[in-house]
Nanobody
Framework: QVQVVESGGGAVQPGGSLRLSCAPSPNTIRLYHVGWYRQAPGKQREMVAEITIGDSTSYADFVKGRFTISRDNAKNTVDLQMNSLKVEDTAVYYC?????????WGQGTQVTVSS
């Protein structure tokens, strides 16, 4: 059974930065297609960024130029660097690790952006 653990959430002021990490286990991170999603109160879950097994990346328009998704094979994580955070980025962020046809979700990590 694959377990996915997210970390790195917290509270930050507008314009600040946070770095989220997604660590699925077992298996090495390079085997996973990983997506970061978020869900704000009263809204549907939406895709934020994803990285393929071949390390191709894609981003939602609302984070382009601000967020960067990357794979760290040494740490066995996929990280989401979030810069220039806005109040509207406040949400629970979830990691979805796909191994073949199977999808595994983490429990989420809260990101709060407020002044």
């Amino acid at each position: 059974q694959v377990q996915v653990v997210e970390s790195g959430g917290g509270a930050v002021q507008p314009g600040g930065s946070l770095r989220l990490s997604c660590a699925p286990s077992p298996n090495t991170i390079r085997l996973y297609h990983v997506g970061w999603y978020r869900q704000a109160p009263g809204k549907q879950r939406e895709m934020v960024a994803e990285i393929t097994i071949g390390d191709s990346t894609s981003y939602a328009d609302f984070v382009k130029g601000r967020f960067t998704i990357s794979r760290d094979n040494a740490k066995n994580t996929v990280d989401l660097q979030m810069n220039s955070l806005k109040v509207e980025d406040t949400a629970v962020y979830y990691c979805d690790a796909q191994l073949g046809a199977a999808m595994f979700w983490g429990q989420g990590t809260q990101v709060t952006v407020s002044s």
